[in-house]
């Protein structure tokens, strides 16, 4: 397979640019294999059932962008991705570097006197090492000095920073937001469990993969970064004894196929594409996603090629595309998805 195999045309006009003020007003178009239905998130606790769990990767999003400058006036973007190292006020991360010039090993950039901000090893593709100084904790500074890491397609401001964050986010880890939980609220989980779902939750500290497009002429020579994650035993038993678990986003599939493969935490470079075997996962909650990419190739793997055809309807529908876009809810299609 070839990245042009999962190319379509994405009108700008159909990005969403910001997110709607009632999140689970969002549209939702279903195909569980009876028909396609135009539903919002504020229906999903109609479409679930006893002896469903849903489950929720509830990773926060840092705010991990920095803008810093050099001495000499010129612009460095520095955008976190994962510690590597340390805590509290010394802390080493690997981090995306981006700058009109190279910048050397060493290099000393400040936000503010709170914070000292090194450029270090060069790790390839753009990344680079970087240690973090801070007077009262590295957290504590990036509250003060850094910005939400929105993805380069999102134009407009975001008022409210919460909007990048799901309700249930809680340990502060990952540079982008999973962004199909965004759709949710306590209110329409709880109104899940009283149609007899489960909720469950792990974690998965989203990473490089949510910015690096595919780049190879042949899907097999994609390398995926790795990317930390943690199943509690608590949801791996709860999916084994369900009905139908219904992973809420793609990051949400990748830690639970992972943990069936590899144990329950650790880190995974699981490439999800046809052909796979979905061993957890029987129905997938999950936004429109960019032409080309990793996440729409994984839906290709869960529905087969018939995405193309759900993909055409929802653009015709006037469906809002990306992150703060609307969502589907899907199950497996033709051979491929469980094989």
Not at 265 to 277: A, E, N, S, V
Request: aromatic share 6%; proline share 6%; glycine share 10%.
């Amino acid at each position: 397979m070839r990245p042009a195999d999962f190319a379509y045309d994405l009108p700008a006009s159909s990005i969403a640019q910001v997110p709607l003020g009632d999140r689970p007003s969002a549209r939702l178009l279903v195909d569980l294999g009876d028909g396609i239905r135009h539903l919002t998130v504020r229906d999903l606790p109609e479409l679930v059932r006893p002896g469903d769990v849903i489950v929720l990767n509830d990773t926060k999003v840092l705010p991990a962008r920095l803008r810093l400058a050099k001495e000499s006036g010129g612009a460095v973007e520095v955008l976190l991705l994962e510690r590597v190292d340390g805590t509290g006020t010394c802390e080493t991360w690997e981090a995306l570097v981006r700058t009109g010039r190279r910048v050397a090993p060493g290099t000393v950039l400040r936000p503010g006197p709170d914070l000292e901000v090194t450029i270090d090893e060069d790790l390839g593709e753009g990344r680079r090492l970087v240690r973090l100084e801070a007077v009262g904790g590295v957290s504590a500074a990036l509250d003060r000095h850094g910005e939400m890491p929105l993805p380069p397609y999102l134009t407009t401001v975001l008022d409210d920073p919460d909007r990048y964050q799901t309700v249930y986010a809680d340990r502060p880890a990952s540079a982008a937001a999973p962004t199909a939980g965004l759709h949710l609220t306590d209110d329409v989980l709880d109104a899940c469990r009283e149609a007899g779902a489960g909720i469950e939750r792990l974690e998965l500290v989203v990473g490089l993969d949510t910015f690096r497009p595919i780049v190879v002429d042949d899907l097999d020579d994609h390398r995926m970064h790795s990317e930390a994650y943690e199943v509690p035993t608590a949801t791996l038993d709860a999916c084994r004894s369900a009905d139908r678990v219904l992973a809420v986003g793609t990051t949400t599939v990748r830690a639970l196929e992972s943990a069936a493969r590899g144990g329950d935490t650790g880190r995974t470079d699981l490439f999800i594409r046809r052909p796979f075997r979905f061993e957890v996962v029987d129905l997938l909650l999950t936004n429109f996603h960019l032409p080309g990419s990793t996440l729409l190739v994984m839906l290709d793997a869960f529905v087969g090629q018939g995405w193309r055809d759900l993909y055409a309807t929802a653009l015709a529908e006037g469906y809002r595309f990306l992150s703060f876009g609307d969502a589907m809810l899907v199950a497996p299609g033709e051979p491929g998805g469980h094989s």
